[in-house]
């Protein structure tokens, strides 16, 4: 302090307005609150300058007015930048402007009031957990595509449950359904849903989690951005379908569930296929495999008529009857030849008979000729090595003479020999 | 037709249907192996016929509530 403190015992002193300026600079530039100040209010108006950013920031409900001023230096520091109409909260502090008379409050740090600081919370949330890999797509499981047990995070009372129970009792009944109650709003909400999501875990039927709730206004839906709600989501050892009710922005709760859907209705049909639905697929299987089978039956009896009217086309019966007719020909010729050859045969065989009759020696005896033998058996041809005297057996055709050589006789010398010969 | 213990898929059943429907209709089995695989066919569709019917004569769901009741 350079200057003394006025002594209000004694009558006042006149100040200048230097003096009087320079105290009031003093109080406020000096003050512990003033020198780091947190304040809120809406911004009203701004104007940018190259030196910086001037604008005021009116309280929304005193008609009372702040004057403000970024400098440029600072500007890009700030987390958003004063808008008018915009809910703020702003770090700085008190500055006196002499010449002018006024203070201002020379801001370093802005940040959005209301809403907008929860959507700046959920931002700095999001961009973090994403950089975790949290939201990729590849983390992604499949759902199982017919479960048989699943279960459901939400609160018994909600409207969403009944949906869920409503839905599921359509599509699938006979499901085994696992409530694990949670709350879904307030504060001791995302410590009761992780709570629930690890019941669900230790409990271990489940194949797949419906995590959901109905709308409701932003700030209800808040546990669902909580971080401790998101990593339970993500470390779930099943697939999780996130169907919460929304009329804005997606959730983290949704951003890294493995599915998410708009609706506690469209959550429970993604969980389990439709029976009716199933069966009609089933009938139509059923109707193909006979229809398959039909047209294969079908295909092999086309080929067994197929080669049957083949078969029949063929000239069978007129090529058994030619054949028929050649062997009956054939036997007829075999017949008729041999036949032929008979008759020759026979014929020739009465030839020969009769020649052998009339060489029947018997036959030429009984024409009146005779055998003369020798007295060994020889048969007599010649005349030669004959003597007069010798004896000689004469067959006849009844019986055999002996008799002796009286004479001998050349041929064609005595007709009378021959007849002699002869007629014995 | 029964169940086995080891368990019975849906899925995997009505794969194996298809997988032989499309055997019979590319036509390059033999006559006795197509009647042999209907039969098969057959069978597993009667499992799943089952199945599906067991399900539809549930009129409701059954369903469990997990943990200590809290108080809502």
Redesign the interface.
Known sequence: MSFTQPNLLFPPTVLSVGGLTQYIQTLLEQDEELMQVWVTGEVSSASQHRSGLFFTLQDPDERVALRCIVWASQLEKLSILPVPGEQVILLGRIRVYPQRGEYQLMVWQALPAGEGLMALRYRQLRDRLEAEGLFDPARKRLLP??PQTI?VVT???AAAWGDI?RT??HR??????????A?VQGDQAPD?IV??IE??QK?GRAEVLILSRGGGATEDMACFNHERVVRAIAECSIPVIAGIGHQRDESLADLVADVHVHTPTAAAQLAVPD??E??TE?CQ??N??IT??Q???A??QNQLQHQSRRLKRLPLERQLVQEGRAIAHLKQQLIQTVNQQLQQRLTHQQLLAQKLQSLDPRAILQRGYAIARRQNGQILRTIAALQEGDDLTLQLSDGQVKVQVREIMAAGTGHEAESEQMEL | MKRNQSKWSYEATVAEIEAIITQIEAGELNLEEVFERFNTAVNHLQQCETFLQERRQQMTLLIEKLGEEPEF
Not at chain 1, 173 to 179: E, N, T, Y
């Open positions: 595509p017919h279960a609160s018994p009372q129970q599921l009792s699938y009944p006979g499901l085994r359904v696992l409530l694990s109650p709350l009761s709570a629930a019941r669900v409990d029976l009716a199933l069966y089933h299987r059923l193909h495999l398959a089978g047209t294969r039956l295909l092999a």
